[in-house]
């Protein structure tokens, strides 16, 4: 088993989002341990290789009993600043989202992950290494075919001026625009392949970012408390505290184009179409992500993921 502990650097991406044509798992166990972002506390996962038409689940060790959590839109808690997964035993794990994009990155379709500890441990606040930590153990091209979600009717979700329109289209592309025009961020468009893997490179490495005066009060909600600058960008007004240059000139957008491709991949499988989104944020994100479930589940296609169990 590899064992990782937040490693920046990264190589090419071998797979994309749309990746290969036929399932995968990864060749051996990984772990990786950190501190948890909101919790503070000292978390450890295993990524586990699994059987084809697994899906990818949460095995949550405490205090003795284990509980699964599937990954899937219908279970998740709460999308506030991360995104949460809770099953009907009340078992949760928290800040799933970049190690979800990691999967989705490597085209990772089946693995059940030992979680010990409230969350998924934050590292450098980017997916690079569990990319990284995929690749150096290989991926295991399965015998099933993969399954596609294609999109063949717009569908849209709204919240104020911000949104996220899903239309139909032969490709896999995520046309993203963050707005902070308060401080440095300021307002950017990027559009991404998701099939391009030097794009998925630039947004696996991309780190998460907060506003200096966000930190008091989300501290206040007992949030982040295992945030530094060791794994979250902090910008005050025009400047950034970290001491260093951001890893790359559009890390912000990329960030929130890496958090909606980790709670989009809560369906379990690449999404054909072409993804629009203004002002993302996880409860937009994983909104959508349910929308797309539903309408699945009302044409009667097949299911990505298996709903809550216990
Ligand atoms: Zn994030």
Same mark, same amino acid.
């Given at each position: 088993?590899?064992? #990782?502990?937040?490693?920046?650097?990264?190589?090419?991406?071998?797979?994309?989002?749309?990746?290969?044509?036929?399932?995968?798992?990864?060749?051996?166990?990984?772990?990786?341990?950190?501190?948890?972002?909101?919790?503070?506390?000292? #978390?450890?996962?295993?990524?586990?290789?699994?059987?084809?038409?697994?899906?990818?689940?949460?095995?949550?060790?405490?205090?003795?009993?284990?509980?699964?959590?599937?990954?899937?839109?219908?279970?998740?808690?709460?999308?506030?600043?991360?995104?949460?997964?809770?099953?009907?035993?009340?078992?949760?794990?928290?800040?799933?989202?970049?190690?979800?994009?990691?999967?989705?990155? #490597?085209?990772?379709?089946?693995?059940?992950?030992?979680?010990?500890?409230?969350?998924?441990?934050?590292?450098?606040?980017?997916?690079?290494?569990?990319?990284?930590?995929?690749?150096?153990?290989?991926?295991?091209?399965?015998?099933?075919?993969?399954?596609?979600?294609?999109?063949?009717?717009?569908?849209?979700?709204?919240?104020?001026?911000?949104?996220?329109?899903?239309?139909?289209?032969?490709?896999?592309?995520?046309?993203?625009?963050?707005?902070?025009?308060?401080?440095?961020?300021?307002?950017?468009?990027?559009?991404?392949?998701?099939?391009?893997?030097?794009?998925?490179?630039?947004?696996?490495?991309?780190?998460?970012? #907060?506003?200096?005066?966000?930190?008091?009060?989300?501290?206040?909600?007992?949030?982040?408390?295992?945030?530094?600058?060791?794994?979250?960008?902090?910008?005050?007004?025009?400047?950034?505290?970290?001491?260093?240059?951001?890893?790359?000139?559009?890390?912000?957008?990329?960030?929130?184009?890496?958090?909606?491709?980790?709670?989009?991949?809560?369906?379990?499988?690449?999404?054909?179409?072409?993804?629009?989104?203004?002002?993302?944020?996880?409860?937009?994100?994983?909104?959508?992500?349910?929308?797309?479930?539903?309408?699945?589940?009302?044409?009667?296609?097949?299911?990505?993921?298996?709903?809550?169990?216990?």
């Amino acid at each position: 088993m590899r064992h #990782c502990t937040g490693e920046p650097s990264i190589g090419e991406i071998e797979f994309g989002v749309r990746g290969t044509m036929r399932q995968s798992t990864l060749k051996a166990p990984i772990s990786f341990s950190g501190l948890g972002l909101h919790s503070g506390d000292e #978390c450890r996962i295993v990524v586990r290789p699994a059987e084809e038409y697994v899906g990818i689940s949460f095995k949550c060790h405490k205090a003795g009993a284990v509980s699964v959590i599937a990954a899937a839109p219908e279970n998740v808690g709460c999308a506030f600043h991360g995104t949460a997964l809770v099953n009907s035993s009340g078992a949760s794990v928290a800040t799933v989202e970049h190690l979800m994009a990691a999967l989705a990155i #490597c085209a990772i379709d089946n693995t059940v992950i030992d979680v010990f500890g409230p969350e998924i441990p934050i590292l450098d606040g980017s997916s690079a290494p569990f990319v990284n930590e995929i690749k150096a153990v290989g991926i295991e091209r399965q015998g099933a075919e993969r399954h596609e979600i294609i999109i063949d009717q717009p569908v849209s979700i709204k919240d104020g001026d911000r949104s996220i329109l899903i239309e139909p289209a032969d490709g896999f592309r995520l046309d993203t625009t963050i707005d902070f025009e308060d401080c440095l961020i300021g307002r950017q468009s990027l559009s991404v392949a998701l099939d391009n893997s030097a794009m998925l490179e630039r947004m696996a490495k991309s780190r998460t970012f #907060c506003r200096l005066y966000e930190v008091q009060g989300l501290r206040a909600m007992d949030l982040i408390r295992g945030g530094s600058l060791d794994n979250s960008i902090v910008v005050d007004g025009d400047k950034i505290l970290n001491g260093d240059d951001l890893r790359d000139p559009y890390e912000f957008v990329l960030h929130k184009a890496l958090d909606l491709v980790g709670d989009f991949y809560l369906l379990g499988a690449p999404i054909r179409g072409v993804i629009t989104a203004f002002k993302p944020g996880h409860d937009l994100n994983t909104r959508a992500a349910l929308a797309i479930s539903e309408l699945q589940r009302r044409q009667n296609q097949t299911p990505s993921r298996l709903a809550a169990t216990a």
